[in-house]
C-alpha cells in the first residue's frame, strides 16, 4: 500500500500572476520606498521580478521605470554613491574596494567620480582606521613574525588598499605614528 506523503506548504502554493505594468510600477514603488539604491539596481531587480513572475502585457522597460523613479526623485545616484563611499571609508576600506562597490550597483562614473576622488584623498585615514580596528602595524601589541605580516598586508589589499600603502602600514613598528607623505 503506498502511503502519499504531506505536500510542503512551498507546494500548495499558488504562484503569483505574471506582471503587467501597473504591477511593475507597484513593485518598484515598493522598492524604492524600503531601500536606498541606484537605477541600476532598481532596473535589474525589476527584469529579475519579470524573470520570475513572466509578463502579461506590452514589453517591459525596466530602464525606463527605474528611469521614471530617478526623474521623481526617488532614486538618486549621486546621492547613493556618496553615502556608500562615506560607510566604506568610515570601514576602513580604501579606492580600489569603493569604486568596485559602486561599479556593482550600477553607478556610471559620472556618478562615482567625486566619491572615489574623496576615497583616494582619504587613503591613509581610511587604511589606519581598518589597521587599528584589526590591530595592524602601529596599533599592534607587539612585533609580528613575516607570516602573520603577510595575512595582515594581505588583509589592507583586500580591503581596497593600494599595495604601497599597505606595506608601509604593516611595516611600521607598534606604537608608531605615520604622517601622509
Known amino acids: 500500500m503506498a502511503v ?5 506548504p512551498k507546494a500548495s502554493r499558488r504562484r503569483p500572476p505574471p506582471l503587467d ?5 507597484r513593485l518598484a514603488l515598493r522598492y524604492v520606498e524600503r531601500f536606498a539604491t541606484t ?8 527584469a529579475r521580478k ?15 521605470i527605474a528611469e521614471r523613479m530617478a526623474t521623481l526623485g526617488y532614486v538618486d545616484d549621486r546621492g547613493f554613491a556618496e553615502q556608500k563611499g562615506a560607510a566604506l571609508g568610515r570601514r576602513g576600506y580604501g579606492a580600489r574596494r569603493v569604486a568596485e ?4 550597483a550600477g553607478l556610471d562614473a559620472e556618478d562615482a567620480a567625486p566619491v572615489l576622488a574623496q576615497a583616494r584623498a582619504a587613503a591613509l585615514k581610511s587604511a589606519l582606521r581598518l589597521a587599528r580596528r584589526k590591530r595592524i602595524g602601529p596599533f599592534a601589541d607587539a612585533p609580528v613574525d613575516a607570516a ?17 600603502l599597505a606595506r608601509r602600514i ?3 613598528e607598534p606604537g608608531a605614528i605615520l604622517d601622509e607623505e
Open 4 to 8: 502519499s506523503l504531506p505536500q510542503s
Open 50 to 64: 519579470i524573470r520570475e513572475r513572466g509578463w502579461d502585457g506590452e514589453p517591459a522597460d525596466p530602464d525606463g
Open 170 to 172: 604593516v611595516e611600521a
Open 21 to 25: 505594468h501597473a504591477a511593475l510600477e
Open 39 to 46: 537605477r541600476g539596481k532598481l532596473s535589474a531587480y525589476l
Open 101 to 104: 562597490t559602486l561599479r556593482a
Open 148 to 164: 602573520q605580516r603577510a595575512r595582515q598586508f594581505g588583509q589592507l589589499l583586500r580591503a581596497g588598499h593600494a599595495p604601497p
